[in-house]
């Protein structure tokens, strides 16, 4: 049987398409697109199309996907574009308006975004104002068809070498917010927190996908994306792989970094840590015991 007779159990993809997707390395080229003027005061925001690829992946037309650190709102544009609705929640009112000024300024049209004066569809997904901790527990179990997010990387939040630096600028005072954990092992506590309930709410065989940045930490390079994977297994994902990802067209410029002294990296990279919920029916465990 060749690829294109198989059934496609997790998205619409074709055969070519699926194993294109599964190279480790993934590099893009998404310049600033017609919604970046509104998305650049969050420092972390990421391009709509992006998260489309992600979301056209990890579900199919019409699922609903949900992304717990919403920010300002890259995730639930990309399932618009892709024909998925999206529910997003987040902790700061001011990234949730600017989700909302997006979606009366823009329309969704033949899988892109276009101002309001043209044709098309409004952005019909939602964002949640609130901490996803509490919301989350309002979610029945086993509904969500793919959760796709962007967490704060870790704790202590702000730029450490140059001031001029802005890709941290989403930093809160809200003690709810994780990026302001008092260390990583707090953070990472919070993290194994969140992992159980993405778990329950997850539908079984489908993907907890999410973004995460390396960071430097006491003089060490601190690979956070594997930390949370690890902790996440603790709760019972099974950790599937990684993709580490590249945008060239936004790289920031080389920063020199202990020139001449030591090597310090410029992280310009991050990692998509992918996990899916696989849990064994109750007769294929007897089944197992037994034979």
């Not at 892709?82 to 529910?87: E, G, P, T, W």
């Not at 994977?229 to 410029?253: D, H, M, S």
């Amino acid at each position: 049987m060749g690829l294109g007779e198989l059934e496609n159990r997790l998205n619409e993809l074709s055969g070519s398409e699926w194993l294109y997707w599964t190279n480790t390395i993934y590099e893009t080229s998404f310049p600033p697109d017609c919604t970046h003027n509104f998305r650049k005061m969050h420092g972390a925001m990421k391009p709509p199309e992006f998260m489309a690829e992600i979301v056209s992946f990890f579900s199919k037309s019409g699922e609903t996907i949900l992304d717990p650190f919403a920010g300002v709102g890259g995730t639930l544009l990309g399932a618009e574009l892709v024909n998925r609705k999206a529910l997003g929640m987040e902790l700061n009112p001011c990234w949730v308006a600017v989700y909302q000024n997006i979606c009366r300024e823009f329309k969704i049209s033949k899988g892109s975004l276009v101002t309001s004066e043209e044709a098309g569809q409004a952005i019909g997904s939602q964002m949640l104002l609130g901490d996803c901790f509490t919301l989350m527990t309002d979610i029945d179990e086993n509904s969500i068809a793919a959760i796709i997010t962007d967490p704060p990387y870790g704790c202590h939040h702000g730029a450490t070498g140059f001031k001029a630096e802005t890709h941290f600028n989403m930093e809160s005072v809200d003690p709810r917010d994780i990026g302001n954990s008092r260390d990583y092992h707090e953070y990472l506590h919070k993290m194994r927190v969140f992992g159980a309930e993405a778990y329950r709410v997850l539908r079984n065989g489908r993907y907890l996908v999410m973004l995460i940045g390396d960071r430097l930490f006491e003089g060490e390079y601190l690979p956070l994306g594997f930390k949370v994977a690890e902790v996440l297994r603790e709760v019972g994902f099974k950790w599937k792989g990684i993709r580490i990802w590249w945008n060239k067209a936004t790289q920031r410029p080389l920063r020199p970094y202990a020139v001449k002294a030591c090597f310090i990296p410029n992280i310009t990279h991050q990692t998509l840590i992918i996990m899916r919920k696989e849990t064994v029916p109750k007769g294929k465990m007897k089944q197992t015991k037994s034979g």
